[in-house]
C-alpha cells in the first residue's frame, strides 16, 4: 500500500505544471478530481490521467469527476454524448417503475465506458439528496425525484451499473442536501426540520446504500443535530447520523473545502474537517496557494481511514462483457419517455 496522505485535490490546466508535479510528488495525496478546465481531448485526457497516476502510485491511484448528467457533466461533446438529468430519469420512472431502474443502470454503464477509456476510474455520483419544495436549485435537478423511494431505487440502479463498468462511485451529499435553502459553494445552508422528519425523508436512500465504499459529506447545518456545525465537520452528525443511524462504514470524503459554506481560512477548514471525522479532505480549484495550506493540514492515511481507503483501491474491477453499441441502443430506446 503507498502512504498516502488524507487529501484529494484538482490541478489548474491541461498539463500538470512542474509545480504540481513537485508538489504532488511531495505530499502524495490519495486521489485526484478533475474538471471541465481539465478536459479538451481524448488524447490529452488520458496522458493526463495516466501521468497522475504515475506521480501517485499506478493505476490504483483514484482519479475521480463530476459525471452526473444533465447540467453536471464534466466531459461533453464531442467526447461524450450529453446525458439527462437524473430529474429526467425520474420522470421514466414515475411512468414505469422498472424501465426508470433500467434507464439509471444503464446510463451509469454509459459513464463507465465513457469514463474508463481515460482512465478516469471515480464517478460522484450517484446524487442522493431529496429535494423539498422551495429548495435552492443547486441540487434541483440533478435529483432522481421529491421521493425517498425513488431516490432510492435510481440510485441504487445507478451505483450498480458503474460498478459492473468497472467504476466506482461516490454517493452524495450524506446526510443529505435536498432542504438547502442555500447553494453551499456561497453560502451555509441551515435546516431547521425536526429529526423523525430528515429520518422519514432524506436519510433512507443513503441508507439504502450503506454498503457502498465512498460517500461525499454536505455543507449544511442540521439545527436538531448540530446546531453549531455543518455535516462535513461535525463530529457528533458524523458519528451519531453517518456512521451510526445510516450505518454507512465505507470512506467518507468531504465535498469541496474551497466552497464558502465552510467558515474560516482553507487551512482552518481542513483542520477541522481532518480533526471531525471525515476520512478525506477534498480540494477542487487547483490553486497552488489553497493546496499547500490543505496539505499541512492534511493527515497521512492511518487506521480506520486507511483501512477504507484500501477496500477502495482493492475494489478497482474488470468491466462487464456488456456490448457498448447495444446498451447506448437500448437507453436511446427509452429517452422518449422523458
Given at each position: 500500500?503507498?502512504?498516502?496522505?488524507?487529501?484529494?485535490?484538482?490541478?489548474?490546466?491541461?498539463?500538470?505544471?512542474?509545480?504540481?508535479?513537485?508538489?504532488?510528488?511531495?505530499?502524495?495525496?490519495?486521489?485526484?478530481?478533475?474538471?471541465?478546465?481539465?478536459?479538451?481531448?481524448?488524447?490529452?485526457?488520458?496522458?493526463?490521467?495516466?501521468?497522475?497516476?504515475?506521480?501517485?502510485?499506478?493505476?490504483?491511484?483514484?482519479?475521480?469527476?463530476d459525471q452526473e448528467g444533465g447540467r453536471v457533466q464534466r466531459i461533453r461533446e464531442p467526447l461524450c454524448p450529453r446525458y439527462p438529468s437524473g430529474a429526467d430519469l425520474g420522470a421514466i420512472w414515475k411512468a414505469d417503475r422498472e424501465k426508470g431502474k433500467r434507464a439509471a443502470?444503464?446510463?451509469?454503464?454509459?459513464?463507465?465506458?465513457?469514463?474508463?477509456k481515460f482512465g478516469i476510474n471515480v464517478d460522484c455520483l450517484p446524487v442522493l439528496d431529496v429535494p423539498v419544495e422551495g429548495a435552492n436549485d443547486v441540487i434541483g435537478n440533478r435529483a432522481y425525484g421529491k421521493e425517498p423511494v425513488i431516490v432510492s431505487e435510481m440510485g441504487r440502479a445507478a451505483a450498480e451499473?458503474?460498478?459492473?463498468?468497472?467504476?466506482?462511485?461516490?454517493?452524495k451529499h450524506i446526510p443529505g442536501h435536498g432542504r438547502g435553502m442555500a447553494d453551499s459553494h456561497l453560502a451555509l445552508p441551515v435546516v431547521e426540520t425536526p429529526l423523525a422528519e430528515l429520518e422519514a425523508h432524506d436519510f433512507p436512500p443513503f441508507k439504502a446504500l450503506a454498503n457502498e465504499l465512498?460517500?461525499?459529506?454536505?455543507?449544511?447545518v442540521y439545527t436538531a443535530i448540530d446546531p453549531d456545525r455543518p455535516a462535513t465537520t461535525s463530529a457528533k452528525v458524523i458519528s451519531d447520523i453517518i456512521r451510526g443511524q445510516i450505518g454507512f462504514k465505507g470512506l467518507l470524503m468531504s465535498d469541496?473545502?474551497?466552497?464558502?459554506?465552510?467558515?474560516?481560512?482553507?487551512?482552518?477548514?481542513?483542520?477541522?474537517?481532518?480533526?471531525?471525522?471525515?476520512?478525506?479532505?477534498?480540494?477542487?480549484?487547483?490553486?497552488?496557494?489553497?493546496?499547500?495550506?490543505?496539505?499541512?493540514?492534511?493527515?497521512?492515511?492511518a487506521g480506520e481511514s486507511l483501512i477504507r481507503a484500501q477496500r477502495v483501491e482493492a475494489a478497482?474491477?474488470?468491466?462487464?462483457?456488456?456490448?457498448?453499441?447495444?446498451v447506448r441502443a437500448e437507453f436511446a430506446s427509452l429517452l422518449p419517455m422523458v
Open positions: 500500500m503507498r502512504e498516502s496522505k488524507a487529501v484529494i485535490f484538482g490541478l489548474g490546466g491541461l498539463v500538470p505544471t512542474r509545480e504540481e508535479i513537485a508538489f504532488f510528488r511531495d505530499q502524495r495525496p490519495w486521489g485526484y478530481i478533475l474538471f471541465a478546465r481539465n478536459l479538451k481531448e481524448a488524447e490529452q485526457i488520458s496522458d493526463l490521467v495516466a501521468t497522475l497516476k504515475d506521480i501517485s502510485g499506478g493505476d490504483s491511484v483514484p482519479v475521480l469527476i443502470w444503464l446510463m451509469s454503464r454509459l459513464h463507465a465506458f465513457d469514463l474508463l451499473g458503474l460498478k459492473a463498468g468497472g467504476v466506482l462511485l461516490v454517493m465512498m460517500a461525499m459529506s454536505a455543507h449544511v469541496d473545502v474551497s466552497m464558502n459554506a465552510l467558515a474560516g481560512t482553507i487551512s482552518e477548514r481542513a483542520k477541522a474537517i481532518a480533526a471531525n471525522g471525515c476520512d478525506v479532505i477534498l480540494h477542487c480549484n487547483g490553486l497552488m496557494e489553497e493546496m499547500i495550506a490543505v496539505a499541512g493540514q492534511a493527515p497521512v492515511l478497482f474491477g474488470v468491466p462487464d462483457t456488456s456490448d457498448e453499441a447495444a
